[in-house]
């Protein structure tokens, strides 16, 4: 395993299936009555976030504790950064106590890398800007196996605001390492530049695409939230306009076969880019993303601290 997983890239399909394989058995713990394993013992883990998070930063800490490793979360609201403090200073800082492993989310893209260059300990990406959320892909990919089973020359479509979208990136990666092929479906202002060179297709066409007529048919259907916080001018006229077009509205429901899963990273703007139809139908595979989260992170700080230990041993 590589010693920072900064971005999906990292891993080559032997690893990121035997990432994948140590999750299911990490899955197990979650439906024991005593969810703890012995083998992060002694370790510390701190949880730095820069940025709003909800699922990654509670599923890090649970997966971390499950192991029995010590997990501190420090945010930027309420550290010294509020003070003036740089990040370069706030990350020596808290790794110089004798920190094991950081888990990192930042608001700009290339910070976790930076990180990564001045502190010793590994480092994991849990989203920087808008270029990757690594373990957000393993989590969908494992959730996309437990569906569809091996993901080679299965299709996937990903939907919505790629531009802003650290979640599309890893997603596009990841999935081309394990043998799957992607169509991004966007307006064209939410495409990045530069998407021409992505290993994947790309469409307006959000029925055309979703109906198998464009590229084949779909075997799973990924909605990606509409990211305001990013966005600095107007990406589209109107959000009913927005809805109209690239929604995932029961109607559109109906272009996908019954056993299509859909996945939604979260959190979800309802009536925008996904009616609750589509979220709490028989389709949704929202809350095993959730599930997965934990599963999947315990096998990266299991694989990152006790692994590399063992394979010395
Ligand atoms: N929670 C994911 C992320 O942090 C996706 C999103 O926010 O839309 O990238
Ligand atoms: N999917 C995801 O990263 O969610 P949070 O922003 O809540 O961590």
Known sequence: MTRSLLSAADLDRDEATALLDAAVRMHAVQSREVKKLPPLRGRTIV?????????????????????????????????????????????????????????????????????????????????????????????????LRGRLGELADRHVAIVGDIAHSRVARSN????????????????????????????????????????????GDVDAVMMLRVQRERMTGGYFPTEREYAAGYGLSPQRLDLLDEDVPVLHPGPMNRGLEISSAAADGPRSVVLEQVQAGVAVRMAVLYRMLAGAAEGAA
């Open 172 to 215: 596009v990666l990841l999935l081309q390492t394990l043998g799957a092929r992607v169509t991004l479906v966007a307006p064209p202002t939410l495409l990045p530049a530069g998407v021409g060179g992505w290993p994947c297709e790309t469409d307006w066409d959000l029925d055309a695409t979703l109906s198998g007529k464009a590229h």
């Open 47 to 143: 949880n730095l976030f820069f940025e709003d998070s909800t699922r990654t930063r509670s599923s890090f800490e649970i997966a971390g504790k499950w192991l029995s490793a010590d997990v501190i979360n420090v945010s930027a609201k309420g550290s010294s950064v509020s003070k003036g403090e740089s990040l370069r200073d706030t990350a020596l800082t808290v790794a110089a106590m004798g920190v094991d492993l950081l888990v990192v989310r930042h608001g700009s893209s290339g910070a976790v890398q930076r990180v990564a260059s001045w502190v010793a300990c590994p480092v994991v990406n849990a989203g920087d800007g808008t270029h990757e959320h690594p373990t957000q892909a393993l989590l969908d990919a494992y959730t």
